[in-house]
């Protein structure tokens, strides 16, 4: 059978961004977005426990002080209850200890970096002998202060704070517009570019995920899905553009801040098999994001396309793609024709005079949903070249019949995913696991393994 969409003129719904990109640097720090109001207001994020561990890291894990109200608690004890009272995440107050003062990493701290751990109260120009400064001093009061600082003060009443979000200010001469009313407070408590950069490093350090190439994603809320590819997260600005290319299943809710960490790269704005005309009459067929050429018209209607299926662009956006090899009235069908033998049920995926084995249903369903294969005899199949085995799409998860370790295939691998923890702290769904043979895993050479930021 035939594996190709047949569509209708588009509307393109997004220009292409620029050419390709070179790969992605760790993290991408963006100066009007330092994190999601969400993330920062999210008290529930970690419990005590979870925090006591956390603190395991360094000094903190043993130490012992007042709080702000004079009682003796652990640091992670007052982290929790300052989180708790104040709607504030915890994982947001460790990353503000460790911004300031290096706490949570640092074996043996100062008396000084103790006692100011949140910066609370500290300014470039201020003494901290100062007695409207040093009443703030203590490691509970700091982490208390800071806390509902954030909550009644910079969130309660953001218009207050000096810096408000979607107004232009200039922060070490840079122009900064905050995206949100977190981002604004942030700027309101460290008003430098170094220190949100540093924030957000450390942020992505420890609670930031490096998602697989091939994972989709969409912040809960909203409508839009981007898949991650290399470093970069690519805008999917249309239905057809994510059903035709991608199993929307597999799409991820994430926030804001686990988003923002990447830089865009190019939109994925056109169903697969799309045939695009150029300012120049040229005429491509687009599969994945490689352009075709076609050679002539001539060769478009012996290939049985039809000129209401032509998608004018700008050669502007052609420039985005790469260009395959071009499409002759000699060329063998350049599109895929799923076969399988009448003898023994072997399947494969013809292109290009090409036949490249489909090793069982799974692959199939994965690959071409949908698509029932065309019944030949031997001699049909045999006249092709021999090609390589048809992989699982980049995104899956899997796991063997026998053996229950599970996997996310990736560029082509799989990736082990060692523990429940992880799993679910990418947000995969374990009713999204597909079970395959050994022989089928097999195919996939074995990647690097999946790590949480937290491990």
Known sequence: ML???????????????????????AFAFDPDFIIADSELTNEDAMNLDEIQ???NKGYLADYETEDWQGVTRSAAEIIWRAAQDHNINPRFILVLLQKEQSLIEDDEPTQKQLDWAAGYAVC?????????????KGFGKQVNSASMQFAEGYLADIEDSGITQGIPVVIDGTVVTPENAATAAMYAYTPHIHGNKLFVSIWERWFGHEYPTGSLLQVAGEAGVWRIEYGYRRPITSWSALVSRFNPNLIIPVTQTA??????????????????????????????????????????????????????????????Y?????????????????????????????????????LDATIL???????????????????????????????????????????????????????????????????????????????????????????
């Open 3 to 25: 594996y190709f969409p047949r569509m209708k003129r588009l509307t393109v719904f997004a220009a292409i961004l620029g050419l390709l990109l070179p790969l992605a640097p």
């Open 53 to 55: 561990a956390f603190l």
């Open 124 to 136: 470039d120009d201020c003494s901290l002998s100062d007695a409207s400064i040093s009443r703030w």
């Open 259 to 320: 988003l923002e960490q990447y830089p865009i790269g190019n939109a994925i704005a056109l169903p697969n098999y799309s045939i695009l005309r150029d300012e120049d009459s040229n005429l491509y067929l687009l599969v994945n994001d490689t352009l075709r050429p076609i050679e002539s018209m001539e060769v478009f209607r012996k290939i049985g396309f039809s000129e209401d299926e032509i998608v004018d662009v700008d050669n502007d956006e052609i420039d985005a």
């Open 322 to 358: 790469d260009i395959g090899t071009t499409i002759t009235a000699t060329t063998q069908d350049p599109n895929v024709n799923v076969l399988k033998l009448s003898t023994n049920g072997a399947t494969f995926a013809v292109q290009d005079g090409v036949r490249h084995s489909i």
């Open 365 to 455: 369903k994965a690959m071409y949903p949908g698509v029932t294969p065309t019944v030949v005899e031997p001699v049909v199949i045999e006249q092709y070249r021999e090609g390589t085995f048809i992989k699982l799409p980049d995104g899956y998860l899997v796991r063997s019949y026998e053996e229950p370790a599970v996997f996310v295939i990736s560029e082509g691998v799989k990736r082990p995913i060692l523990s429940e923890h992880v799993f679910l702290d990418y947000g995969y769904s374990w009713d999204d696991i597909v079970f395959v043979s050994q022989d089928v895993l097999d195919l996939h050479a074995t990647g690097d393994v999946l790590t949480s930021s937290e491990e």
